[in-house]
């Protein structure tokens, strides 16, 4: 059963703290990325990886860092460095010929 | 640079049909995504149009024109779980990337 997985659902931290969301897929897709979606607005691109072991920074890398060390798995960390941190958080990964992109169910990250 | 537009809100009865429209600037073209999106939910792929002309899914269609730089998704036969927001992307030069717009939230009413 493929598919992407994000965990957890919900998270909450404190100001200050840094906090590193999950994202597995096993569809064999060689591109992952990370998007921020806040209230009433479109999905922005955070970081995105095209290969394992390479990264490229997105529309807002700022505050943000992630890791590419295997195919089926690419971190995100938020740093105390986000301004604005709260806001729902999508993985999502493309491959197997085709640029359409299949999204995790999210997470959705409140810090206090 | 990308520049998509998309109306922020439509509302359409159940049974009917509705049209959702979305305008882009793009700086190359490599195709245009729609996403169905329900409220607290992950995005999840419907449509992909390279060429143009218009292509149907079922109760779903979508249309392109690059050379207007146009494109409408097509929702037939409105169900309630139709409402959602509906959002268009493309492909900057680099085709691994999507720049989103905004989407239309799309509610149904009896």
């Known amino acids: 059963d493929g598919g992407i997985t994000q965990s957890p659902k919900y998270l909450f931290r404190k100001e200050g703290q840094n906090v590193t969301l999950s994202c597995e897929q096993n569809?064999?897709?060689?591109?992952m990325y990370w998007y921020r979606q806040d209230p009433g607005q479109g999905l922005r691109l955070i970081y995105y990886s095209q290969i394992v072991n390479d990264f490229q920074k997105g529309d807002i890398a700022e505050g943000y860092s992630v890791s590419r060390e295997k195919k089926e798995s690419f971190p995100l960390t938020v740093t105390s460095a986000q301004k604005n941190p709260t806001a729902f958080y999508l993985c999502?990964?493309?491959?197997?010929?085709?640029?359409?992109?299949?999204f995790g169910p999210g997470t959705r990250l409140t810090v206090l | 640079g990308q520049n998509i537009d998309q109306p922020t809100e439509m509302t359409a009865t159940e049974g009917a049909i509705v049209q959702i429209n979305c305008t882009y600037q793009?700086?190359?073209?490599?195709?245009l995504f729609w996403y169905q999106q329900h409220a607290g939910e992950a995005p999840t792929f419907l449509s992909y149009n390279v060429l143009d002309g218009l292509e149907e899914k079922g109760r779903f269609s979508s249309f392109l024109s690059r050379s207007k730089g146009y494109s409408y998704l097509l929702l037939k036969e409105l169900q309630m779980k139709d409402s959602a927001s509906y959002l268009c992307a493309v492909p900057p030069g680099t085709a691994s990337k999507l720049t989103f717009g905004t989407g239309t939230r799309l509610q149904v009413t009896l």
């Open positions: 793009t700086s190359g073209f490599n195709g």
């Open positions: 569809l064999n897709h060689d591109a």
């Open positions: 999502a990964s493309s491959g197997g010929g085709t640029d359409t992109q299949y």
